[in-house]
């Protein structure tokens, strides 16, 4: 069963410029998640999927920060634009369901550096 | 507020001994809690999970230990191997809420 894929795996941009990640789930699995993490902290949760639709999407910072899941499998995670402090690594996730007990599996991350 | 929280950003035990991964947790309405490993340039992966409803949980060389009162949990791995070195980040969540709190993780270093 192949993992959840992220691209890019690095990026380096200029502040104030635009920036995007593409996530792509575990076949089957329902549930999407975006993390972020920064240095020497813990994962913290950015939206939630269910399918296509956002269902907890409370800790995304909404002026700059925006994702989609077309047809409820791939999705993207942008930035325009992109500030210095959103220097972390941004991390995908997906389970087969949003039960507490399914299992959320992460991708590798995309390492984002803003200059 | 950190809800979930790790206060040893590092630990270094030898081959062949016991490591034990500490947590503490401040709101009573997580009743799910689990641990996970992660090594460079990969995401997280999950180790083992206990519900509030138990207070142990054991998987091979690894057993979780929680303590609802205290608010507490610990991660024991024993024997201890090299390939155990990694950051540990345990996790705790609402049921319902369907979303994981991490701590800031643990860096365990299993020196041969």
């Known amino acids: 069963e192949a993992g959840v894929v992220q691209s890019p795996r690095y990026k380096i941009i200029e502040k104030k410029q635009p920036v995007a990640f593409w996530c792509n789930p575990i076949?089957?699995?329902?549930?999407l998640y975006w993390y972020l993490q920064n240095l020497g902290q813990g994962p913290e949760l950015l939206i939630r999927?269910?399918?296509?639709?956002?269902?907890?999407d409370s800790q995304l910072p909404k002026d700059r920060f925006s994702a989609e899941r077309l047809k409820g499998v791939d999705s993207t995670l942008k930035i325009q634009p992109a500030e210095l402090g959103d220097s972390a690594v941004y991390l995908c996730?997906?389970?087969?369901?949003?039960?507490?007990?399914?299992?959320?599996?992460f991708g590798p991350g995309t390492r984002l550096t803003v200059l | 507020d950190q809800q979930v929280k790790q206060n040893s950003p590092s630990l270094s035990v030898q081959e062949g001994r016991i490591s034990i991964l500490n947590c503490d947790y401040t709101?009573?309405?997580?009743?799910?809690f689990l641990w996970y490993k992660k090594y460079p340039a990969e995401g997280p992966t999950f180790l083992i999970s206990?519900?509030?409803?138990?207070d142990k949980n054991e998987d091979g060389r690894f057993t979780v230990f929680l303590n609802k009162s205290a608010k507490h949990l610990s991660l024991h791995i024993v024997p201890s191997q090299p390939g155990d070195s990694a950051v540990y980040f345990c996790?705790?969540?609402?049921?319902?809420?369907?979303?994981?709190?991490f701590g800031q993780g643990t860096r365990l270093t299993i020196n041969p």
């Open positions: 999927y269910e399918n296509e639709e956002a269902v907890d």
């Open positions: 076949s089957g699995h329902n549930t």
């Open positions: 996790a705790a969540e609402i049921q319902g809420a369907q979303k994981l709190v």
């Open positions: 206990i519900s509030s409803i138990k």
């Open positions: 709101n009573s309405m997580f009743d799910y």
């Open positions: 996730a997906s389970s087969r369901s949003g039960l507490i007990t399914d299992t959320q599996y």
